[in-house]
């Protein structure tokens, strides 16, 4: 079955402190990967995927295909990190846009 | 370039009923996949609409049905609510060309079912 798995429901860093948001995933095909975020008392959006290789806001992740993970890596966090982040797999190539929903973990960044 | 929106923001129903809930796409995206929220969980996505035909489902009974409009609006219905319907749904539109891209997500229309 396909599926995203999320292990922590919360994580809690001080500020400055690095962060590594844990997604594992099970697809035995070629998946296409993302992470969403949402911030307090706003909508669910797009933070990065893995097929731009990018950074935003500080934030990278890599795709590993042997551990099935793509986890999401800060080297210092902020306080306005502080929002829930899902981890999304897609699996038909873009047939249908369909996203596969980890149940997400609640970043709260210290000061 | 307007966002998604959705309406109404909450709904309270009771068991049996039926709903309708609408979202409006942003302008120039020519699909709409409609997603449930239940406390606690990821979204889970319940069928997609690609120029006003469905284009995938996930694991919903057929009393979860949608219509998409082409003034870019489009509803999520459902008959014979059950307590357990009692959820976020979310809409999200996206100008699906090929391979996957970006979703714009609505803000979501909180139901509860009593």
């Known amino acids: 079955a396909q599926r995203v798995t999320q292990p922590e429901k919360l994580l809690s860093v001080f500020k400055g402190a690095p962060v590594e948001l844990k997604c594992n995933y099970s697809?035995?095909?070629?998946?296409?990967l993302f992470w969403y975020v949402q911030y307090s008392r706003q909508r669910l959006q797009l933070l990065l995927r893995?097929?731009s290789r990018e950074s935003i806001k500080g934030f990278t992740a890599d795709l590993n295909k042997g551990e099935t993970s793509f986890h999401l890596k800060k080297p210092f966090a902020q306080e306005e990190d502080s929002a829930m982040y899902y981890c999304?797999?897609?699996?038909?190539?873009?047939?249908?846009?369909?996203?596969?929903f980890g149940t997400g973990t609640l970043l709260a960044v210290q000061p | 370039e307007t966002g998604v929106t959705q309406s109404p923001t909450h709904l309270i129903k009771t068991r049996g009923q039926q709903v309708t809930l609408r979202c409006s796409s942003q302008s120039g995206h020519n699909t709409v996949s409609w997603y449930q929220q239940a406390l606690g969980q990821g979204p889970q996505f319940i069928f997609q609409y690609y120029r006003e035909e469905e284009n995938g489902r996930g694991n919903f009974p057929p009393r979860f049905s949608g219509l998409q409009f082409p003034n870019y609006s489009s509803e999520l219905n459902v008959n014979a609510l059950e307590l357990d319907d009692s959820a976020l749904y979310l809409c999200?539109?996206?100008?699906?060309?090929?391979?996957?891209?970006?979703?714009?997500f609505g803000p979501g229309t909180r139901l509860t079912v009593l």
């Open positions: 999304a797999l897609s699996t038909d190539g873009g047939a249908t846009n369909k996203l596969i």
């Open positions: 999200a539109s996206s100008l699906l060309l090929s391979g996957s891209v970006e979703q714009f």
């Open positions: 697809y035995s095909g070629s998946p296409e």
């Open positions: 893995h097929i």
